[in-house]
């Protein structure tokens, strides 16, 4: 099978997919987190994570964790946290494991929580550090929507980056979302309440377009062709390793011969008596 009719079958199933999960929305959660810069970082630590967000795709209720909300439960000043650091991040930490032991059942939406700088890993390995003992959620239980969205609509359908671009061609609020690298210097400058806004804002603009790519109604920059995959490559790949195809276009090239043929037949008197 060619690359291009690859890339339709990959289409074909993430679309199945989506489909699946949209049934199974009761069960179906869209996480996002925030944390340290993973690009600055010049310790070899990993970076820390500082509030994650997860949204029920039915109902739309959102749990949420964040330092400054443990901080505040266990009296630690707003100008001291920087000083309880690691016992705040584990106390938010064993709150979400716990939350996820009890929701291992359920498919996990995401936007390139892919490895260990930021991802499942990433949270995984950081709660490791801080002496605790991470459940990790079924690969086959993850939906990365990012690569989905390639999937569906080609590697071009909008600019880079691409969940910014998104949110201003479909006109969806940005209200307290933040680059990766406004909340990096948000961190730097001790501003957790707006990293868990920022936060909370992407779980629910991940939802809103998980639900528009499902009902078809997502904006992109994808020509219908490459949306639907009936490029021009699709269509010679199909017609090469299709065995119809490939016997008719054998057959044309025989009637060509014969043709040729009988026309030289003729010209050399084939048709005297």
């Known amino acids: 099978m060619g690359r291009e009719l690859k890339r339709l079958k990959r289409r074909k199933d993430v679309v199945s997919r989506l489909d699946a999960l949209l049934e199974q929305a009761t069960t179906t959660l869209v996480i996002h987190y925030s944390c340290e810069s993973f690009y600055d970082k010049t310790d070899g630590k990993t970076p820390r994570v500082t509030s994650l967000a997860v949204r029920n795709l039915a109902s739309g209720q959102t749990d949420s964790f964040s330092i400054h909300q443990i901080a505040e439960e266990q009296h630690v000043a707003f100008e001291q946290i920087a000083e309880h650091y690691d016992a705040l991040e584990r106390h938010m930490l064993d709150r979400f494991f716990d939350f996820l032991r009890t929701r291992q059942h359920c498919n996990w939406i995401h936007w390139n929580m892919?490895?260990?700088?930021?991802?499942?890993?990433?949270i995984e390995h950081r709660y490791?550090?801080?002496?605790g003992a991470p459940i990790q959620v079924s690969e086959d239980r993850k939906f990365d929507l990012?690569?989905?969205?390639?999937?569906?609509y080609g590697v071009g359908y909008i600019g880079h980056p691409r969940l910014e671009m998104l949110?201003?061609?479909n006109k969806i609020t940005a209200k307290d979302f933040?680059?990766?690298?406004?909340?990096?210097?948000?961190?730097?400058?001790?501003?957790?309440?707006?990293?868990?806004?920022?936060?909370?804002?992407?779980?629910?603009?991940?939802?809103?377009?998980?639900?528009r790519t499902t009902n078809k109604s997502l904006k992109t920059k994808a020509t219908w062709a490459e949306q639907y995959g009936f490029t021009p490559a699709v269509i010679g790949e199909w017609a090469k390793e299709h065995w119809l195809v490939t016997t008719l276009v054998a057959g044309g090239g025989l009637l060509t011969f014969v043709v040729r043929v009988f026309d030289l037949w003729a010209?050399?008197?084939?048709?005297n008596p």
């Open 114 to 122: 892919r490895d260990v700088n930021y991802g499942f890993a990433a």
């Open 128 to 131: 490791r550090v801080l002496g």
């Open 146 to 152: 990012s690569r989905a969205l390639v999937d569906i």
């Open 167 to 169: 949110i201003e061609l």
């Open 178 to 211: 933040m680059t990766g690298k406004q909340e990096a210097a948000a961190f730097d400058n001790k501003e957790f309440v707006k990293l868990h806004q920022s936060t909370l804002r992407k779980v629910d603009t991940l939802a809103n377009i998980f639900e």
């Open 267 to 271: 010209l050399f008197g084939g048709n």
